[in-house]
T-cell receptor, first 111, second 118 residues
Framework: SQQGEEDPQALSIQEGENATMNCSYKTSINNLQWYRQNSGRGLVHLILIRSNEREKHSGRLRVTLDTSKKSSSLLITASRAADTASYFCATDARNDYKLSFGAGTTVTVRA | SQTIHQWPATLVQPVGSPLSLECTVEGTSNPNLYWYRQAAGRGLQLLFYSVGIGQISSEVPQNLSASRPQDRQFILSSKKLLLSDSGFYLC?????????????????FGEGSRLTVL
């Protein structure tokens, strides 16, 4: 079953704008990860945030985690056409080896 | 460097035919291995995972099976395909040192195998 749920399902923005997407999950986690998927390709890892962290940055990416609300957000700043892709959150529930993925947010960046 | 190979990339199979998708990882040892399926425009559904040779955990009851005959080889099979088996199949691995049961690390994905069952 899917642990994470992304919101919105789709997002269309102008190049240079920021893109924000959210992920909610149901059970306690060890870490939460964000992945990117270009159409028809495999997923690529973007960033991992542990349950004891609240915010993490990587280049133009900023991830927040609120374990009390069981939610995370991914912010892409100064978006580019090349950021057009689907973005997925994945959660690592405690005491198993599995990562559960949400349904994803499809981001379209217009030039 | 580590690489993951998945094949075939695309296949079209008739209902009732067998299936074999293969995934191999190079440049690492004792990885955790995973098979996910992605329906069109949807998220990823975990099908099987393996923490060692011959050790398979099944997540979803269905007519698919998985095997791990070697440390870095993971095979997805079916004896008789159904229409509902169509989808995009993704193999992934976690590095041996990043596979603590209490904290699964970064997954590395293959490029996927697109299966169409007619």
């Amino acid at each position: 079953s899917q642990q994470g749920e992304e919101d919105p399902q789709a997002l269309s923005i102008q190049e240079g704008e920021n893109a924000t997407m959210n992920c909610s999950y149901k059970t306690s986690i060890n870490n939460l990860q964000w992945y990117r998927q270009n159409s028809g390709r495999g997923l690529v890892h973007l960033i991992l945030i542990r349950s004891n962290e609240r915010e993490k940055h990587s280049g133009r990416l900023r991830v927040t985690l609120d374990t009390s609300k069981k939610s995370s957000s991914l912010l892409i700043t100064a978006s580019r056409a090349a950021d057009t892709a689907s973005y997925f959150c994945a959660t690592d529930a405690r005491n198993d080896y599995k990562l559960s993925f949400g349904a994803g947010t499809t981001v379209t960046v217009r030039a | 460097s580590q690489t993951i190979h998945q094949w075939p990339a695309t296949l079209v199979q008739p209902v009732g035919s067998p299936l074999s998708l293969e995934c191999t990882v190079e440049g690492t040892s004792n990885p955790n291995l995973y098979w996910y399926r992605q329906a069109a425009g949807r998220g990823l559904q975990l099908l099987f995972y393996s923490v060692g040779i011959g050790q398979i955990s099944s997540e979803v009851p269905q007519n698919l099976s998985a095997s791990r005959p070697q440390d870095r080889q993971f095979i997805l099979s079916s004896k008789k395909l159904l229409l509902s088996d169509s989808g995009f199949y993704l193999c992934a691995w976690v590095r041996g040192w990043d596979r603590d049961i209490s904290n699964t690390g970064e997954l590395f994905f293959g490029e996927g195998s697109r299966l169409t069952v007619l």
